[in-house]
């Protein structure tokens, strides 16, 4: 057990709709990141936030945001899913910045129909 | 777009035999990471390796990096059952900036006993 949490574990939905995933970090830890994995594409960065800000920003595509809020726990939102969207999305947390160990949770497994 | 080329894809062996999975690279990484995942869950941190030439063994588990930290090597000896999994090689960038991390698509070990 890495100590973050996502919820939910499986998320089915349709095509159109919108899905918040959530993210709890480990204790202490301050920085938060999003993975998308897909089999064609592999394990990718989408975005990293600090403290509350975002910090970096990687594939993430316009569609997709996220935020991160006072009490450390960050939500990925994604909107007008496509299939393509499927895959497993992991959160990853730290406790600074920099080249730090990331913790991964468990991830959310999204299918869109 | 640094990107990391990781081979075999597959790799399905006895139990007891040798195995070394490749991660290369074109570019330059501060560092490279293993990651070991296994089915729903997370990857979970091996090791990391920082110095160009530098090796690290976990009991059965060799690491090496490249001298030009471009690439990276993981050797198993007398590979076990429980060996079975997702490794997955990830480079934390040369610059400042995101943390994100970058990762190779992975080599899928089977151990059959």
């Known amino acids: 057990d890495s100590g973050v949490t996502q919820t939910p574990k499986h998320l089915i939905t349709a095509t159109g709709q919108r899905v918040t995933l959530r993210c709890s970090p480990r204790s202490g830890d301050l920085s938060v990141y999003w993975y998308q994995q897909s089999l064609d594409q592999g394990l990718q960065f989408l975005i990293q936030y600090y403290n509350g800000e975002e910090r970096a920003k990687g594939n993430i595509l316009e569609r997709f945001s996220a935020q991160q809020f006072p009490d450390l726990h960050s939500e990925l939102n994604l909107s007008s899913l496509e299939l393509g969207d499927s895959a497993l999305y992991f959160c990853a947390s730290s406790v600074a910045l920099g080249r730090r160990t990331q913790y991964f949770g468990p991830g959310t497994r999204l299918t869109v129909l | 777009t640094q990107l990391l080329e990781q081979s075999p894809q597959f790799l399905s062996i006895q139990e007891g035999e040798n195995l070394t999975v490749y991660c290369n690279s074109s570019s330059v990484f501060s560092s490279l990471q293993w990651y070991r995942q296994e089915p729903g869950e997370g990857p979970v941190l091996l090791v990391t390796?920082?110095?160009?030439?530098e090796v690290k063994k976990l009991k059965r588990l060799t690491f090496q990096f490249g001298d030009a930290r471009k690439d990276s090597s993981l050797h198993i000896t007398a590979a076990q059952p429980g060996d079975t999994g997702l490794y997955l090689c990830?480079?934390?960038?040369?610059?400042?900036?995101?943390?994100?991390?970058?990762f190779g698509k992975g080599t899928h070990l089977i151990i059959q006993p």
């Open positions: 990830a480079g934390v960038g040369s610059g400042g900036g995101a943390d994100g991390l970058t």
């Open positions: 390796v920082v110095t160009g030439g």
